[in-house]
Antibody, heavy 115, light 106 residues
Framework: QVQLQESGPGLVKPSETLSLTCAVS?????????WGWIRQPPGKGLEWIGSIYHSGSTYYNPSLKSRVTISVDTSKNQFSLKLSSVTAADTAVYYC????????WGQGTMVTVSS | IQLTQSPSFLSASVGDRVTITCRAS??????LAWYQQKPGKAPKLLIY???TLQSGVPSRFSGSGSGTEFTLTISSLQPEDFATYYC?????????FGGGTKVEIK
């Protein structure tokens, strides 16, 4: 079955760049679907960060657009998130997910922004 | 597009019929999905296109609405349904989630 797995540092310093990768198994990213990133600050709701279509087209949350880059590596069957100039407000569980709507999710990875 | 869910908190008993509302700040046709999230877990897709049940989701869940007003109904609340529910609009390429409705045991 299709599975998604996030990976990356759990601690990032303020002003640095948060980088996460989502490895996809059981399905080839290049075959279709949107692939997205969503985050959830502790005790709060869900926030869509952005998505990439299998063709490479990207769509970002306007409130984060200036700091976000999502890319795909079809050779490794994974897609990635970079969020620059992070602050404590970027502390959250980060999820990757497939599709619009998101029908398959990774388990999530907690990222803390702190010096 | 802003999504407003109500109520934000709901206390109910097993067997109760529960309805959650999601209102969009502008018309989104039927481009609405509902998710269920349990503590420490990723959200789970329940309904898409406002009223289409995702495969494997129990039939006690149903969705309705179009335009700006939508509802998620649980016909008979089960113990495993106590969770937080989110709506999401997909009308534009700027996706948004509602603030969530937490369903707790009375």
């Amino acid at each position: 079955q299709v599975q998604l797995q996030e990976s990356g540092p759990g601690l990032v310093k303020p002003s640095e760049t948060l980088s996460l990768t989502c490895a996809v198994s059981g399905y080839s990213i290049s075959s279709g679907y949107y692939w997205g990133w969503i985050r959830q600050p502790p005790g709060k709701g869900l926030e869509w960060i952005g998505s990439i279509y299998h063709s490479g087209s990207t769509y970002y949350n306007p409130s984060l657009k200036s700091r976000v880059t999502i890319s795909v590596d079809t050779s490794k069957n994974q897609f990635s998130l970079k969020l620059s100039s992070v602050t404590a407000a970027d502390t959250a569980v980060y999820y990757c997910a497939r599709g619009h709507p998101f029908d398959i999710w990774g388990q999530g990875t907690m990222v803390t922004v702190s010096s | 597009i802003q999504l407003t869910q109500s109520p934000s908190f709901l206390s109910a008993s097993v067997g109760d019929r529960v309805t959650i509302t999601c209102r969009a700040s502008q018309g989104i046709s039927s481009y609405l999905a509902w998710y269920q999230q349990k503590p420490g877990k990723a959200p789970k897709l329940l309904i898409y296109a406002a009223s289409t049940l995702q495969s494997g989701v129990p039939s006690r869940f149903s969705g309705s609405g179009s335009g700006t007003e939508f509802t998620l109904t649980i016909s008979s609340l089960q113990p495993e349904d106590f969770a937080t529910y989110y709506c999401q609009q997909l009308n534009s390429y700027s996706l948004t989630f509602g603030g969530g409705t937490k369903v707790e045991i009375k």
